[in-house]
Nanobody, 121 residues
Framework: QVQLVESGGGLVQPGGSLRLSCAASGSIFSIDAMDWYRQAPGKERELVAT???????DYADSVKGRFTISRDNAKNTVWLQMNSLKPEDTAVYYC???????????????WGQGTQVTVSS
């Protein structure tokens, strides 16, 4: 079994910053890409940022220049640094990891429990 534990969400004023973290633990042989998704009220879940095991990153257009995704492979941890936050960034943020539990096994997607980010004055 694999578990992803998120932290770092909260209430912040527009223009403020938050740093989300997500640590994977359990039966892990290797982890490929790690991602951050978010889901705002009344909207579908969307991909915010992704990072490969080699460190290549990609971002949604709405967060480019403001958010930074990073990871530590030795710690099985991914972070999302969020700067210049806007009210439209308000959502539940979920981390995702593509995990190979054992050698030769398929990669499977595991999700964190979600952490609330609220941007409001």
């Amino acid at each position: 079994q694999v578990q992803l534990v998120e932290s770092g969400g909260g209430l912040v004023q527009p223009g403020g910053s938050l740093r989300l973290s997500c640590a994977a633990s359990g039966s892990i042989f290797s982890i490929d890409a790690m991602d951050w998704y978010r889901q705002a009220p009344g909207k579908e879940r969307e991909l915010v940022a992704t990072i490969t095991s080699g460190g290549s990153t990609d971002y949604a257009d709405s967060v480019k220049g403001r958010f930074t995704i990073s990871r530590d492979n030795a710690k099985n941890t991914v972070w999302l640094q969020m700067n210049s936050l806007k009210p439209e960034d308000t959502a539940v943020y979920y981390c995702n990891a593509n995990v190979r539990r054992f050698k030769y096994w398929q990669y499977e997607r595991y999700w964190g429990q979600g952490t609330q980010v609220t941007v409001s004055s």
